[in-house]
């Protein structure tokens, strides 16, 4: 009888200081988990911030002082390069080594390796076949193929995100599939497979299609006059196809400088919330990394001051802008953003939003 008076006792002063309550209070004081990309966040200074937002290319086949200033000054994100920075399988190891050392975070390296004409460094690395050479084969599995060589291919020389496939319907420069949207998505499909299956990031381009673009947007914009109807059946399938049946953190879309009468008449595709915002990240449900097209390429450059540019992609929806080749150019775009963030032009939980989808894309680079 003691010892029963003695364990009700000792079980009412548990009762009253709270350790029997129910199982659902244990949970309640459990600490939240730690989501390390936002502790990431936190900690990381604007400057650094608006830096993962930029994409540059730069000259040379060494690390140099242009490239070293903008790694570790304004801590961009990514590099993009071109045959200017290639000449062997050695060099381009040597060389992708030499940007990711002493990276915090690491960069994002790009290169356009679509096949036949668009492909890089081809005096050392045999490129695939083009795009509508694939298409012609009628066999989707051989678009699966080649993707999956480009993804052994660009990993070889420390390459980690290719800017292709092309989801373009019926472009008349060898680099779409096909001219039918299903067919076009099928094999568009298909290659997401191949690089999926490789664990290799890679961009889907150029949204929301530039198959009926009459003027090259190297020189100039062009403006698409269809339809919104004749667009959702003729040119965004190939881009909603992915969008809704892949993980939206393993690959990019990138924006054309186009302009669509049915969208917006006023404003290139890369600068249009209603592009942008609107269309791939709220119909079609978009939420990974969007990409802009190089920002030097006349058919916006002509038209708008980079500084202004730069701040209007950014509040169009856009993550990271690509300038591809001038020095002055990523100087201007860095700092127009940086400073309309300082003077209260965009928020910086808005840079927030594109730093989380970046390092979330990054977080697959192992």
């Known amino acids: 009888m003691r010892i029963f008076k003695l364990m009700v006792t000792l079980l009412v002063t548990l009762a009253v200081c709270g350790c029997l309550g129910e199982e659902k209070s244990t949970a309640e004081v459990l600490p939240a988990p730690i989501d390390p990309i936002e502790e990431q966040i936190k900690s990381m200074p604007l400057e650094d911030k608006v830096g993962q937002m930029m994409m540059i290319g730069f000259y040379g086949t060494e690390f140099n002082d242009d490239i070293r200033y903008m790694l570790e000054t304004c801590r961009v994100g990514g590099v993009i390069l071109f045959d200017r920075n290639l000449e062997s399988v050695a060099q381009a190891k040597a060389l992708t080594a030499a940007l990711q050392a002493n990276q915090k975070i690491p960069l994002l390296i790009a290169l356009d390796e679509e096949g036949g004409r668009v492909a890089r460094g081809k005096n050392f690395l045999e490129p695939a076949p083009s795009q509508e050479a694939i298409g012609l084969e009628g066999d989707s599995s051989v678009a699966k193929y080649w993707a999956e060589y480009n993804a052994e291919l660009l990993?070889?020389?420390?390459?980690?995100?290719?800017?292709?496939?092309?989801?373009?319907v019926g472009s008349k420069d060898t680099r779409s599939f096909g001219s039918d949207a299903q067919m076009v998505a099928n094999f568009v499909d298909a290659a997401a497979q191949g690089y999926e299956s490789?664990?290799?990031?890679?961009t889907l381009k150029h949204f929301p299609g530039i198959g009926k673009s009459k003027i090259d947007p190297h020189k100039?914009?062009?403006?698409?006059?269809?339809?919104?109807?004749?667009l959702d059946a003729e040119d965004l399938p190939p881009f909603a196809r992915i969008i809704h049946g892949y993980d939206n953190s393993t690959f990019a879309v990138m924006i054309g400088h186009l302009k669509y009468a049915a969208l917006d008449a006023e404003n290139s595709a890369s600068l249009s919330p209603a592009v942008i915002d609107g269309l791939l990240r709220g119909e079609l449900g978009f939420g990974g990394v969007v990409v802009t097209d190089d920002l030097e390429m006349g058919a916006i450059k002509n038209h708008t001051d980079l500084g202004s540019i730069g701040v209007q992609l950014v509040q169009a929806g856009g993550d990271v802008a690509l300038v591809c080749h001038n020095y002055e150019s990523q100087r201007i775009v860095y700092n127009a953003i940086l400073e309309a963030v300082r003077r209260g032009e965009i928020s910086e939980a808005r840079i927030d939003e594109s730093v989380r989808r970046i390092l979330k894309m990054k977080a697959h680079l192992g």
């Open 155 to 168: 990993r070889s020389i420390g390459v980690n995100i290719n800017f292709a496939p092309v989801a373009d």
């Open 198 to 202: 490789k664990n290799f990031l890679y």
């Open 220 to 230: 100039e914009v062009s403006l698409v006059e269809d339809s919104r109807a004749v």
